[in-house]
Nanobody, 123 residues
Framework: QVQLVESGGGLVQAGGSLRLSCAAS????????MGWFRQAPGKEREFVAR???????YYGDSVKGRFTVTRDYAKNSVYLQMNSLKPEDTAVYYC?????????????????WGKGTLVTVSS
């Protein structure tokens, strides 16, 4: 059974940092695109960052320069380093993966999802 399990969420003050982790199991994701979406209360799901099977990275406009996505092929994991956090970054963050490097800007149709981890940034 394929699973994506996020960890690392929590409460942090504005200007602080958090590092999210997503551990995949059940198959190897070395040929998959992996990344993150988030959803704040009352808002639509938003693309945050992704990393291709080749290591190329892409970011949503609202997090460019503050967030960094990385992956560890050996550990079948993807990470999101979040710096200079703002209250508007408060959301549930979801890990996602797309087989063969596929990726949806809206998240619709992504192959695999985690259950999410809550990040709360206080002002």
């Amino acid at each position: 059974q394929v699973q994506l399990v996020e960890s690392g969420g929590g409460l942090v003050q504005a200007g602080g940092s958090l590092r999210l982790s997503c551990a995949a199991s059940g198959r190897t994701f070395s040929s998959a695109a992996m990344g993150w979406f988030r959803q704040a209360p009352g808002k639509e799901r938003e693309f945050v960052a992704r990393i291709s099977q080749f290591g190329n990275t892409y970011y949503g406009d609202s997090v460019k320069g503050r967030f960094t996505v990385t992956r560890d092929y050996a550990k079948n994991s993807v990470y999101l380093q979040m710096n200079s956090l703002k209250p508007e970054d408060t959301a549930v963050y979801y890990c996602a993966a797309g087989s063969g490097g596929s990726w949806s800007p809206t998240g619709y149709g992504m192959d695999y999802w985690g259950k999410g981890t809550l990040v709360t940034v206080s002002s």
